[in-house]
């Protein structure tokens, strides 16, 4: 049985679920000409990653709703935003009235189905994320209710750490879990993500990549989010083939 059709109504689309998609994460941009990368990278990316931290729930400060508004305002990408938050609740109705079209919470805070109705209520796109210590049970009640979960293949807070690849059994149980209950669903990895890790996590069955470094720390990052692409595509083509 498949998941309802989610009541997101808005103009940006989020492309197929579980196709292929490449997203920029803000959070390794310039901060002083964030318009500017974001341009770069407009052509090829598929959403943009939009890192939201409160200082509390991680050791690290990052935008807000002004931000977001005043980045809608030079692109029509799909901005994905990630609430690495101790009380997201208190911040969706202006993220949304900002511009984002899905928002990520971390079930880690409590008050998931809460928080799902919630962005739900207001049009946005819903997405759960997990620590890479947060077990796959954590989400698992959820499976059915959202559009995306978010694994982190890093502990959230900073950019340019290393890839920890122990996480990718805990993807494959997300994408084995949604197959086997009929739900079409994208399963995203956050951290350390270049054209290597990428691949191992499109065979684990990942489809939505955030790369932070890999992107904006290439002297075109352009074609490091085609680099990406690629590489994911062709793990995911040779699982295919194998199975």
């Known amino acids: ?3 309802r059709k989610s009541q997101q109504s808005r103009i940006r689309e989020a492309g197929p679920a579980g196709a292929i998609k490449v997203a920029p994460s803000l959070l390794s941009a310039d901060f002083g000409a964030l ?32 931000v977001v ?3 809608r305002r030079h692109s029509g990408l799909f901005f994905d935003c ?6 997201p609740g208190r911040y969706l109705g202006a993220f949304a009235q900002a511009g984002a079209d899905s928002c990520t ?6 008050g998931t189905e809460a928080l799902v109705a919630t962005m739900r209520e207001l049009g946005l796109r819903a997405g759960i994320a997990l620590n890479p210590d947060t077990p796959f049970e954590a989400a698992e009640p959820y499976l059915d209710r959202v559009d995306l979960v978010l694994c982190m293949t890093v502990f959230p807070g900073f950019g340019g750490q290393e890839f920890m690849p122990e996480v990718l059994a805990k993807v494959e149980q997300v994408r084995h879990a949604a197959d086997a209950a009929g739900l079409v669903l994208d399963v ?11 691949a191992l996590a499109a065979r684990a069955g990942a489809n939505v990549f955030v790369a932070g470094s890999a992107i904006f720390g290439h002297p075109r990052p352009w074609e490091a989010v085609e680099d990406i692409r690629r590489v994911a595509e062709e793990s995911r083509a040779a699982l295919k083939v194998g199975s």
């Open 1 to 3: 049985m498949g998941r």
């Open 35 to 66: 318009a500017e990368a974001v341009g770069e990278v407009s052509a090829v990316a598929d959403w943009l990653h939009v890192d939201v931290m409160d200082a509390h729930f991680v050791p690290n400060l990052t935008i807000g709703p002004p």
């Open 69 to 71: 508004a005043s980045l």
């Open 82 to 87: 990630h609430l690495m938050m101790t009380d």
């Open 105 to 110: 919470v971390h079930v880690e805070v409590g």
């Open 188 to 198: 995203e990895v956050d951290g350390g993500i270049d054209h290597r890790s990428a």
